[in-house]
Nanobody, 116 residues
């Protein structure tokens, strides 16, 4: 059974950076297209970054040029490097498969708060 554990969130000032991680067990993530999602208070969960099995990446317009998704096959871990953070990036961040019809059980997420 697959288990996803997100970590690395926290409080950061506007303009700051943060790297969050998603450790997977039960599945080898490099065999799947994976993504980072976020859910802000009162809003629906949205996909903000994805990476294919071949390593191609894609980003939502709101984060393009600021966020970078990557993975470490040896550690079976997905990462999201977030730069130039702004208050609109405040949300709980989750990782999962990038294909909406094949979602695995959600992890607990990691809270990212951007505030001065």
């Amino acid at each position: 059974q697959v288990r996803l554990v997100e970590s690395g969130g926290g409080l950061v000032q506007p303009g700051g950076s943060l790297r969050i991680s998603c450790a997977a067990s039960g599945k080898t993530i490099r065999f799947y297209g994976m993504g980072w999602y976020r859910q802000a208070p009162g809003k629906q969960r949205e996909l903000v970054a994805s990476i294919t099995t071949g390593g191609n990446t894609d980003y939502a317009d709101a984060v393009k040029g600021r966020f970078t998704i990557s993975r470490d096959g040896a550690k079976n871990t997905l990462y999201l490097q977030m730069n130039s953070l702004n208050p609109e990036d405040t949300a709980v961040y989750y990782c999962n498969r990038a294909r909406s019809g094949d979602i695995w059980p959600w992890g607990q997420g990691t809270q990212v708060t951007v505030s001065s």
